[in-house]
């Protein structure tokens, strides 16, 4: 597994790449993609970090597993290619922002266009076997993408962290919150988003408040 990311994260996060966890992380990954057919494809696992460099981070949103339907994870959490039929959770997030923000239902799933403006799209785990739900959970992604959440705390201020569902919502205790800014509400899966966990939540013209509010650049969703 070779990992090619922007080079403001390597700064910080290769500490994390030369510990033995990692070390094993890798061999299992490369032993599941020679093995099974495994999602996103080699090239995407590190995305999330490539299409949104340190320097530019502002919003955090944290997803956990990669899509496991064919075609489907692009690296980047809740974000599906061109093409590809929006799953459940994704459909639920543009109805908010429909709501929230007035803009209207888009044809594209692909969330680059949030990546590229400083939205860090992480799934806590960054792969998966294909058909698999949490299929190659427990094996050290976790660890790793704990230790990208500290180190985002460390390292920056004013960062808004988009904590969805009761998953997410567990990674609080690794942020500073008194140097951040955090918002939580159900997860936008049609489970939580039926029960009234997840609509009417405003995570999103929030998110622009507050990055106004700081003098910081909006995100258009």
């Not at 030369?18 to 099974?36: C, D, I, Q, R």
């Not at 705390?153 to 009761?166: A, H, M, P, Q, T």
Request: glycine share 8%; net charge positive.
């Amino acid at each position: 597994m070779q990992v090619k990311i922007n080079d403001s994260w390597k700064n910080i996060l290769q500490s994390e790449f030369e510990k033995p966890y990692f070390e094993n992380l890798t061999s299992f990954v490369k032993n599941e993609y020679s093995k099974h057919t495994c999602y996103p494809k080699g090239s995407d696992i590190f995305a999330a970090f490539d299409f949104c460099a340190l320097d530019d981070l502002k919003v955090v949103i944290l997803g956990q597993d990669p899509y496991h339907g064919v075609g489907q994870a692009n690296g980047l959490c809740f974000s599906v290619h061109d093409g590809i039929t929006h799953p459940p959770s994704l459909i639920n997030i543009f109805k908010e922002i429909e709501k929230d923000v007035n803009i209207p239902y888009p044809k594209s799933g692909d969330l680059s266009r949030w990546a590229k403006q400083g939205v860090l799209l992480l799934n806590a785990t960054l792969t998966v076997r294909a058909g698999e739900a949490g299929s190659h959970q427990k094996q050290g992604w976790e660890q790793f993408t704990d230790a990208v959440i500290q180190k985002i705390s460390e390292e920056k201020k004013d960062v808004v962290f988009l904590l969805w569902g009761g998953f997410a919502k567990k990674k609080a205790k690794l942020i500073d919150k008194n140097k951040h800014h955090i918002l939580t509400s159900g997860h936008p899966s049609p489970l939580s988003a039926n029960r009234g966990y997840w609509f009417g939540n405003k995570h999103f013209s929030k998110t622009n408040n507050f990055l106004q509010s700081i003098g910081a650049a909006t995100i258009q969703w």
